[in-house]
């Protein structure tokens, strides 16, 4: 059973700059993909940015050139930098990791971390 914890929320003015972490435990870290999805009040859960086991990243067109995504399989973390944070990027942060073999799949995400991007 893998377990997620995110760390790095706050609040942050437009414009500024803010670095989320989530930390793996529990299973094999290389072999997940993972990455991080938002969301806000009333809204449905919405993809933010994955990165691959072949490292390879991947974004929403919303923080494409702003947000930059990582992964430590040695430390069996994953990083989200977020630069040039606008309001519409508050949200709840959530880390997510997941595997596929065959016809199986495996989906984990952490509890989530708040991000206020305010005046």
């Known amino acids: 059973q893998v377990q997620l914890a995110e760390s790095g929320g706050g609040f942050v003015q437009p414009g500024g700059s803010l670095g989320l972490s989530c930390t793996s435990s529990g299973g094999i870290f290389s072999l997940y993909n993972v990455g991080w999805y938002r969301q806000t009040p009333g809204k449905e859960r919405e993809f933010v940015a994955t990165?691959?086991?072949?490292?390879?990243?991947k974004y929403s067109d919303s923080v494409k050139g702003r947000f930059t995504v990582s992964r430590d399989n040695a430390k069996s973390t994953v990083h989200l930098q977020m630069n040039s944070l606008e309001p519409e990027d508050t949200a709840v942060y959530y880390c997510?990791?997941?595997?596929?073999?065959?016809?199986?799949?495996?989906?984990?995400w952490g509890q989530g971390t708040q991000v206020t991007v305010s005046s």
């Open positions: 997510h990791a997941n595997r596929k073999r065959g016809s199986a799949r495996w989906d984990y």
């Open positions: 990165v691959s086991t072949a490292d390879t990243p």
